[in-house]
């Protein structure tokens, strides 16, 4: 079996080195509102991160995380409002219990700690959402990148797959 | 090579336990039936076929071939791709065949890990040599050859195309038996290997005659440990019962005798990880109002990648460990 690489062919071959994607999934009456309030006071934070605005962390099925990871994220952000403040007032209670179950999962599938975070972010704290991003691109970037996909296609994993490496080398 | 004008009929058995053969033979007097509109033409675990029996067939000549198991080697993938050659139509039976199964709970580990438990670690073992398997073996008549050990076990539709799917660890006969009456009659649905058959879209619980209370889960039991109140839904009462995340045609069988679901129809409709699908039901039922108490009640769940994914790793979003 090959080992697993953790350069991607296409990052390996051109001068651009790779950078973590991030992907944030972002309340929209606390989090979002959150990060806009960062941009609007200029605050800096690297591009990172693609962020996806849903209507409450409630609605943040933990499927939409898996399925990030799956097609290839470095890292996975979930924020909502802090408990007490859900503009639905309980979704975040949900998203309280679902995340640390999410995160137990994603540890036993080998994910590290680092590359999922869940954090509550108020409308008020463009501060720390910056902060937020600035921390997780960093440890990402410190884990490397993940390539899932990557790691699915070596395994020979979706229809039409080309199994003569493993006859080889198996 | 049979020219009756019966259907055709064929099973074969991959990484698989063995009970979806058998729970063919569930349908009972059914069986009778089958056999007067149909010759079974491959089944290796009831009659003397070999391989090459059925590469000596032409192409399209089993009309219906049921395949259980997953696809963990290179022979199961050898026999795959001639049973799709050799079959009009080919479906999945069983939830290792769709989903990957039980086997599949095998993509959490490399494979070293796997051949070190299996042939040297375990306390049964007695190797002192420490031999591992070999794939060829050379002797006078020339080289013996097993099948390669795949790093990853596949769902049957990873391999070839499938045409239907009959999830269940196994199939439950009456499925069974309606799915069969289909293939006698003639009556299949439009081929899809998205679609399930012998099954329905809903959930475990849309069949499940246990009491739903509306009571949040205050803390999480194990079936083992603790006998659960009659009539009154498992889930509530804090066993971890898969059955919300789980497709249902099974009749809800296992929570009727005070088993939790353990998931074996993989996942609803069109939820495509039965669990993450899982986690978040789970997660809106706890009794909780502050993040430690949710953490103290989810640090509960024993195993919980093996329970949420126990026979559908394989058709999950990740399909295994890193």
Known sequence: ?170 | MTTNGKLKIGMYWAASCGGCDISLLEIGPHLLELIAAADVVFWPCAADFKYKDVAAYPDGFIDVCFFNGGVRNSEQEQVARLLRAKSKTLAAYGACACDGGIPALANLRTVDEIFASSYLDNPSIDNPGRVLPQTTFATELGDLEIPRFYPHVLRLADVVEVDYQLPGCPPQADRVWEALQAVVAGALPARNSAVKVACTDKSVCDECLREKRLEKIAAFKRPHLAIPEAGWCLLEQGFVCNGAATRSGCGAKCPSVNLPCRGCYGATGDVADQGAAFIGALGSLLEAETEDRARELIDQVVDPVGTFYRFTLASSDLKGRR
């Open chain 1, 1 to 170: 079996m090959a080992q697993a690489t953790h350069v991607q062919p296409d990052a390996a071959a051109t001068a651009a080195p790779w950078q973590p994607r991030i992907v944030a999934f972002l309340c929209y009456w606390c989090s979002y509102t959150g990060a806009d309030n960062a941009g609007t006071a200029r605050l800096k934070y690297p591009p990172n991160v693609d962020i996806v605005r849903v209507m409450c962390s409630g609605r943040i099925d933990p499927a939409l995380v898996t399925e990030a990871f799956a097609r290839g994220a470095d890292g996975v952000m979930v924020c909502g409002c802090h408990i007490g403040d859900c503009h639905y007032i309980s979704g975040n209670h949900k998203t309280m219990a679902r995340m640390p179950l999410l995160r137990r999962t994603l540890a036993g599938l080998g994910l590290e700690d680092g590359r999922f975070v869940h954090e509550w972010v108020s409308a008020a704290e463009g501060e720390k959402f910056a902060k937020l991003v600035r921390q997780v691109v960093e440890q990402v970037r410190a884990l490397g990148p993940l390539d899932w996909p990557g790691r699915l296609r070596e395994r020979g994993v979706g229809h039409g797959m080309d199994l003569e490496r493993w006859r080889e080398h198996a």
